[in-house]
């Protein structure tokens, strides 16, 4: 193998390993970047992505909506205790805000957003594009791996209206 070659096959290695980690990250350039964005795989109904958000953007952001391709809706969704001690999870009213110069962690067993209405079957080592719309600002586009993940499988608060999901 000349240099030439052994240059590209290195070159070709290292994204191929880069890829299959999942630790991707996508920015809007507005101060806004995401670390480890990732979607649990579903074959149900629903998922949800988790990674962290840090804002450096100067000012608070507030979450106007999210958008996927590969889900009818996705709702931003808080942990509260239930009445019987078990943790459940609920939509969060009024919507997050991301504190300027902070980050804001959306991880399995805490605040996350949930895609509902899954339009296939979301299989590890996909792609999934989520866009962030802000109040403020630009959309934040986030290109979160698939990955399999045996937890986060919480109830959700049946006073809510989501009934069995």
């Given at each position: 193998?000349?240099?030439?070659?052994?240059?590209?096959?290195?070159?070709?290695?290292?994204?191929?390993?880069?890829?299959?980690?999942?630790?991707?990250?996508?920015?809007?350039?507005?101060?806004?970047?995401?670390?480890?964005?990732w979607v649990?795989?579903?074959?149900?109904?629903?998922?949800?992505?988790?990674?962290?958000?840090?804002?450096?953007?100067?000012?608070?952001?507030?979450?106007?909506?999210?958008?996927?391709?590969?889900?009818?809706?996705?709702?931003?969704h808080e942990?509260?205790?239930?009445?019987?001690?078990?943790?459940?999870?609920?939509?969060?009213?009024?919507?997050?805000?991301?504190?300027?110069?902070?980050?804001?962690?959306?991880?399995?067993?805490?605040?996350?957003?949930?895609?509902?209405?899954?339009?296939?079957?979301?299989?590890?080592?996909?792609?999934?594009?989520?866009?962030?719309?802000?109040?403020?600002?630009?959309?934040?586009?986030?290109?979160?791996?698939?990955?399999?993940?045996?937890?986060?499988?919480?109830?959700y608060h049946?006073?809510?209206?989501?009934?069995?999901?």
């Amino acid at each position: 193998m000349n240099k030439k070659t052994f240059a590209r096959t290195g070159a070709l290695l290292g994204a191929a390993a880069l890829a299959l980690t999942g630790c991707a990250s996508a920015a809007s350039g507005d101060g806004l970047t995401v670390t480890d964005p990732w979607v649990r795989a579903e074959a149900g109904e629903m998922t949800a992505m988790f990674g962290e958000i840090v804002n450096d953007t100067g000012e608070d952001m507030h979450i106007a909506s999210i958008e996927t391709d590969v889900a009818a809706t996705v709702e931003m969704h808080e942990m509260i205790m239930g009445d019987d001690g078990s943790m459940i999870m609920q939509e969060y009213e009024g919507g997050f805000t991301l504190p300027d110069d902070e980050t804001f962690t959306l991880d399995p067993g805490g605040n996350h957003f949930m895609l509902i209405g899954l339009q296939h079957e979301l299989k590890a080592g996909e792609v999934v594009t989520i866009t962030v719309n802000f109040d403020e600002g630009d959309p934040l586009v986030i290109e979160a791996t698939v990955k399999d993940f045996e937890g986060g499988n919480e109830p959700y608060h049946e006073d809510e209206g989501h009934g069995d999901h």
